[in-house]
RNA sequence: GCGCGCGUAGCUCAGUUGGUUAGAGCGUCUGGUUUACACCCAGAAGGUCCCUGGUUCGAAUCCAGGCGCGCGCACCA
């Protein structure tokens, strides 16, 4: 009878994740498991985990990345790899000052009214408060990260990092200062780098205007003040005569002086041919500038303001309000052609804030991609790495969008004007005695001094550094650099890097940039990209739409280890995923059911039965085909774990356990147990389970009288002495067999209580059969069950064959002939369809000779096998009429 | 415009280099209380793997074209 162990006290019949998961995590944490434990003779495996922005709270793409990333960690560190995974934070200049500044602009400030130093106090508030905030949220999510080691960009030490870099950068000529077009936005007052941009598509009007000869088609007349130059194509015939002439043209504020240019930028096919530009104000205009060396207008300004170029009448106006008013005044001059109302184009705008982005030229500062130093550009070194294999991004078609962006890229516009961040270690003598004063100073440490002229009137620039400046040396600022730290040695390259596609150019491609120059090595081998999460319909969740799911609340609701579950399972590396709440209580219903099959297990045994040996010589078919299976997947889970393959290995673990162990070993084993075999199961998936729902294995674990904690015992090894793969076929005809027992029960609504006979002819299985008799009848609810070697076909009963086991059931009152001959005869076509296709490919010469040996054995064989089903189908037919 | 991805059961999606008669979860239907679990158990229905053609002994998988959807980059005269 069943044995009530002490240890069900502890078990109620539904898991309750709450109140357990907060207890197991602070275990783990205290016992400093997630503290590497170094182990020269074991290669180390190193994350350093993506930094969230400081700047609120953690969403569903967070909450994906620390569960994949939790995966790999824990997977290594039950192998024995000493393994490190460094949290930290991010402080995402733009994206944290806008945040405060839409907080001080609540209470009426802003934060020029604050002044630089009290509004960098009142951020550094605001990010300690979200830290804490984003602490929490990981150690619920039961990320297993060396808090020890956690990191902020703007600690002493990673800024002294950032210093370094520059410095490096700024000796070897890699950054320079320069008047350039770059991105501006209005709003927030800053530079934004080229991928910084978002597009938004918009309808507007066109316009198109009579500008001397030619009509000149623009959608921002706005920024046309001092258009002087005329492009047209060389090849262009209508426009042959006009090639390098001047002429005075009526324009906005009277006549101005209009040169004809040809280049073949210029696109024939489009509007009338002739383009007048605007070096200014966008970037294609102002490398033509260059080229030919035309002056260079502001027309407008830092706060999206027309400026004196504009003239009295409209100097100061905003840029929509010029925009009217010129047309006004165009149209009174007759000078308009007509104009498109329809127009649809690409509005590029701040990412961060919306705000319609505006080029225009502006003193910054830039990293150069392209100029060689120690044989190589920037750009090649970060293309160099990726082609010769040196790093793998996966999925791999990301690949050529790397490529692409690589090969694509300008230089990059470091310098940002806002106060939060980095500030930019430059400083300008404000002395100016001497002419050299006038260089910038570029040091380490903040200077006493000019050096030129030893005055000591040094202004720091006021600017600050892209925030992807800092986080790209995140593998490596992290552990120490620019110092030769142990961690550096051990932990970098880091093993893997993952993120979320989105940011493969804003980070992954500037780390691997600055990597490979600043350490001339990678900063990862692999790049794992997961997707998006979406909502139901595949919309991007969002504040606006309210389709958004915070993960804490989900947890609250279903636990860490179901909402883990449900960001991993059933999606793929660079595939968007969709979540709903359906979803995740589908796994917390695993979850459960791991809770009860365990509960089952403890029912049953002793404690100490969780550490009695396997008893080799007492083992029935069952435990064999049972430890095979584990054998099984034990070796799949490893090898796909290691190639990153989480969901396949997810879903196949929870196939086995429901499918397989609950379903099929544990029934059984209620008619014949060994209990070191059913432990042995149970705590072999505990195991392979940990990475993905570490809480309920550990406190399982823990109920079985595990004294050392899961999350730091041994990952499963393949036992050589399990593998049994006669009793595996065995057993998969035993469950045939019960299960068409099963199927006819049901079809022919007997309910379980209603006892019935059957008899089965082994055909060389009635060994095996018989020893397996007492749990095909519990299992199949037969109450006499007789077994034979052969036999006469039955008459009166219901036949069915399960490979060559006849199966016969006793009911005859019950048999609807004329039914029966209808699904007999379906069968039997099917069969023989079957049969004609593999009838084909057997007989073919060319699938012979091509096909791999393991492909033709298992044709051949199941040639065979439908070959006898079709004789006993036949056979059965005829026996019922 | 250039590049990329997706289209598999009612829904959401897996499907490793081509190889059993294509899978899962949810939903639907029929039954059910058995040494854990109704967040459960047993069983069933449900598919032109978007279409057309090709390569191959063999195609959901590879190639070409088409249809539908999405994304990235560029352009934005």
Redesign the pocket.
Known sequence: ???IGKILVD?E????AKQFEGKIYQKWESSGGFIPKFDSKKKSFSIALPPPNATGQLHLGHATMLAIEDIMVRYHRMKGDPTLWVPGTDHAAIATQNRVEKLIGEEGQTRHTLGRVKFIKRVRKYVADSQGTIRNQMRKMGASVDWTRERYTMDDQLSTAVRYAFFRFYQDGLIYRGHRIVNWCTRCQSTLA??E???REEKTK?YYLKYGPVV?????PE?KFLDKII?V?PKDRRYKKWHGKKMMVPWINGEIEATFISDE????????????I?PAH????FELAQKYGFEIHQIINESGEITEAGGSDFKGLLVKEAREKIIQELTRKGLVDHIDEN?I????VCYRCGTPVEPLVSEQWFINVNKKVRGKSLKQRSIEVVKNGEIKILPD??N??YF??ME?LRDWCISRQIWWGHQIPVWYCVTKKKRMCAKPIVALETPKHCPYCLGNKLQQDPDTLDTWFSSGLWTFSTLGWPQRTKDLANFHPTSVLETGY?IL?FWVARMILLTTYLLDEIPFKTVYLH?LV?D???L?MSKSLGNGIDPLDMIDK?GTDAVRLSLVL???P???????E??I?????????I??????VL??LDKDDFRKKIDYKSLAKIDQWILHRTNEVVKQAS??IE?Y?F??VG?MI??FF??EY???Y??M???T?NKAVLAYVLKTVLALLHPFIPFISEKIWELIGEKELLMVSNWPSVNPKNNFPFSKREIKQIIEV??VI??S???Y?????EKIKVTLYGHGLASTLNLNLAIIK??A?VDELVIKEKGEKLKGCLGQFVGNIEVYLHIADLIDISKECERLQKELE??S???D??K??VT????L????K??IE??K??FD??LS?QKNLVAQLKNLM
């Open positions: 009878m069943c044995q078990m019949k539904i898991y309750k080229d991928d941009l978002e597009y066109f000149i088609g623009t959608a921002r920024t492009i194509h930028v210029a696109d024939m096919q489009m509007g009338s041919g002739a383009m007048t605007t966008s970037f294609v205009d127009y184009h690409n509005l590029s078609l990301f050529k969008t692409h962006w694509n989105d150019f997707g979406r139901k319909q595949g991007k279903y059933g999606s793929s660079g595939n968007d995923m969709r979540l709903y359906e979803k209580a589908g796994y917390r219903n695993f979850v459960n059911k809770w009860n099959g365990a509960r089952f029912l049953n090898k796909g190639e393959r969901s396949e879903l929870y196939d429901w499918s609950c379903d099929w544990v029934e084993s209620k008619i147990q019960v299960s099963r199927q029960r049901a079809e609504h007997l309910s379980p209580a519990q299992l609810r099917n069969v369809q079957y049969l296709r593999l084909k490919k073919n010469k060319q699938y000779r091509n096909a791999p393991l492909i298992q044709d064989h199941n096998e439908s089903r």
